[in-house]
């Protein structure tokens, strides 16, 4: 499966940007999106399951970042508000082993490019 993350931009601390992830096989797998920033290892920050009945969100997006998604369109989302200088990383989208309280990479490979994130103080 190929995943293409696009959306994001250059916005000021405090501001809020839309992802979104499209992909033709995509509602067949629970969806993560993941972040790396310049320097640090790639993290993941949501991920909601096939029918959507589990999302979850670490600790340091809860509250600011909503993931859905539309099947139909095969396409995942997440909506990221208060955005933080912190948050500024490029953003991948990919298949994820999605629980209630964690969510970890799927055995996958084709990452692609991601789409860049940058929050200004």
């Known amino acids: 499966v190929q995943l293409q993350a696009s959306g994001g931009g250059l916005v000021q601390a405090g501001g809020s940007l839309k992802l979104s992830c499209v992909s033709a096989?995509?509602?067949?797998?629970?969806i993560g999106w993941f972040r790396q920033a310049p320097g640090k290892e790639r993290e993941g920050t949501s991920c909601?399951?096939?029918?959507?009945?589990?999302?979850h969100y670490e600790d340091f997006v809860r509250g600011r970042f909503t993931i859905s998604r539309d099947n139909a369109k095969n396409t995942v989302y997440l909506e990221m508000n208060d955005l933080k200088p912190e948050d500024t990383a490029i953003y991948f989208c990919?298949?994820?082993?999605?629980?209630?309280?964690?969510?970890?990479?799927?055995?996958?490979?084709?990452w692609g490019q991601g789409t860049q994130v940058t929050v200004s103080s």
């Open positions: 990919a298949p994820a082993i999605c629980w209630s309280d964690s969510v970890s990479e799927a055995d996958f490979d084709n």
């Open positions: 096989g995509l509602k067949y797998y629970g």
């Open positions: 909601i399951s096939t029918d959507s009945r589990i999302a």
